[in-house]
């Protein structure tokens, strides 16, 4: 069974910089793409940056400039680095992956999401 591991949030000023981490366990050999959304209380969760397996980036528009998306395909790990954070980019950040082929194909994956919080 394919898993995906979160770690990296927590609390940080206005200003400064996470490094959100995510590791796709079990035995896989594709992964179409892999990406981090999230969710701030009250609000839709939404797509903040996804990057395929080819390296074709994208973002959110909020976040462009700030946050980069980078992907080690060996160890099936996607990162996120968060720089000049703000207190609306506060909220549960989830990992997804999608397409994932292992003992089975999985269509979407979802990891348990870690809290960041922008805060003074």
């Known amino acids: 069974q394919v898993q995906l591991v979160e770690s990296g949030g927590g609390l940080v000023p206005p200003g400064g910089s996470l490094r959100l981490s995510c590791a796709a366990s079990g035995r896989i050999w594709n992964i179409d793409a892999m990406g981090w959304y999230r969710q701030a209380p009250g609000k839709e969760r939404e797509l903040v940056a996804q990057?395929?397996?080819?390296?074709?980036?994208k973002y959110v528009d909020s976040v462009k400039g700030r946050f980069t998306i980078s992907r080690d395909g060996v160890k099936n790990t996607v990162y996120l680095q968060m720089n000049s954070l703000k207190p609306e980019d506060t909220a549960v950040y989830y990992c997804n992956a999608q397409r994932v082929g292992s003992t089975t194909w999985y269509h979407e994956i979802w990891g348990q999401g870690t809290l960041v919080t922008v805060s003074s």
């Open positions: 990057i395929t397996d080819a390296g074709t980036r």
